[in-house]
């Protein structure tokens, strides 16, 4: 029987919940379609931190490294800098592994309501490829002249060709197999290093894709278009900053945080990459059992893709948008009383087979 080794960081909070009704899930989905899962359990978290002192184990990356995919449910808990447990697991596990693309698809499933009104699923589905590697998210800086009156940080922003070369590459290829349109993210007017660079280089590349209806708009614009015209939209590339808010941003407009996954890819496939819900650890509703697992569960779905179980996954989705629509068994951001467990439970029932 095909069989997967996975690894399974729940993390914190409302991680932990989501990703248990993930597995359980992906495993029915998996016996349903002749193949295995096998998961390994890491209990990296802010928890451990506060044991520990660190979110990891020194050889926390290598010992990731032979596994064929990584779910993560989120990090990230009250009384742990985020500084900390961003650093100390996820941005570290991103870059090792060479995941420089953090895809977001977005879609409004059904049953469920957007924040804006009147608009139909087929105009808001878009995805925002978000360059996961460089750019703002970057450690050089520092502080300086600490507690005198000119005090002062510094915060820099990595900009390299192979970078933003491979991330608007792996969008226009995006762009083909959806309906050919790309929008690129830029703040040239006020970046003035390193956004006309990226520009540059977008255009460059548009030149190899003549078939690809391609545009750049500046980020600010490309904001309040994502909710006053989300139909002029499909894939969105940004760099790291700008994807990580468009994204969340994309997210609400399409129902919520807790229906919006996303995948940490290595594309060539040389190392693991990663699913996780767009969400974080949620405290404000940790431990009471009603998150939303939806996201995590489609994070997992797309975990499946990238296995190249394409059935399953589509499967996955089918069962998703089968118990939304129903609207019998939803959690309280959907408007119901269902706890978390109840709302996993309900889709792994409605998995069809094959
Ligand atoms: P958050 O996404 O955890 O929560 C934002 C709001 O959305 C909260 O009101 C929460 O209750 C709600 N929400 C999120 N997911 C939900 C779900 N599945 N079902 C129902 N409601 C849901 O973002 P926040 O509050 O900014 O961050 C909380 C912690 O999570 C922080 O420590 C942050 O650093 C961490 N975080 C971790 C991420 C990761 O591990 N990739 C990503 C984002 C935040
Ligand atoms: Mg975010």
Redesign the pocket.
């Known amino acids: 029987m095909r069989t997967y080794e996975i690894a399974s960081i729940p ?5 932990v919940d ?1 990703t248990a009704e993930a597995r359980k899930v992906l495993d029915e989905a998996a016996s349903l379609h002749d193949f295995r899962l096998r998961w390994t359990e890491f209990d990296w978290s802010c928890e451990r931190y506060a044991r520990t002192g660190s979110m990891m184990p020194e050889d926390g990356i290598a010992r990731l490294a032979g596994f064929d995919g990584i779910l ?7 009384g742990v800098p ?1 500084h900390v ?2 650093w100390g697991l ?1 941005i570290p596990v991103r870059r090792a592994f060479a995941q420089y693309v953090n895809l977001r698809p977005v879609r409004l499933l059904p049953g469920t309501g957007s924040v804006l009104r009147g608009r139909s699923a087929e105009e808001l589905e878009m995805v925002i490829v978000r360059e996961n590697s460089e750019g703002e998210y970057s450690a050089i800086g520092g502080r300086h002249n600490t507690g005198q009156p000119s005090e002062f940080v510094l915060q820099e922003s990595v900009f390299t060709r192979v970078g933003v070369e491979r991330i608007i590459r792996y969008a226009f290829e995006l762009a083909r197999t959806r309906d050919g349109r790309l929008c690129s993210a830029t703040k040239s007017n006020g970046l003035i290093h390193s956004m006309p660079y990226w520009d540059e280089i977008f255009a460059e590349i548009a030149a190899e894709y003549p078939d690809v209806k391609s545009e750049q708009c500046h980020v600010d614009a490309l904001a309040a278009r994502m909710v006053q015209h989300p139909e002029r939209l499909d894939v969105i590339v940004a760099s790291n900053l700008f994807g990580d808010i468009l994204s969340d941003l994309a997210a609400a407009v399409t129902g ?3 229906m919006a996954p996303s995948g940490n890819i290595n594309p060539p496939g040389e190392h693991p990459s990663m699913f ?10 940790a431990g009471q059992g ?7 569960v489609l994070a997992g779905a797309m975990m499946l893709d990238h296995l190249g179980e394409t059935v399953a996954a589509q499967a996955v989705r089918s069962a998703v948008d089968a118990v939304l629509e129903a609207k019998e068994v939803a ?3 959907l408007g119901g009383t269902a706890t978390t467990e109840q709302l996993g439970t309900a889709v792994t029932g409605a998995l069809l087979a094959p």
């Not at 996780?276 to 509703?285: F, L, M, N, Q, R």
């Open positions: 993390g914190d909070g409302i991680g989501v993560l449910g989120a990090v990230g808990f009250p985020d447990s961003l996820l919520g945080l807790g996780e819900a767009v969400h974080g650890s949620a405290p404000d509703i009603i998150a939303n697992p939806v996201a995590q959690t309280p951001d």
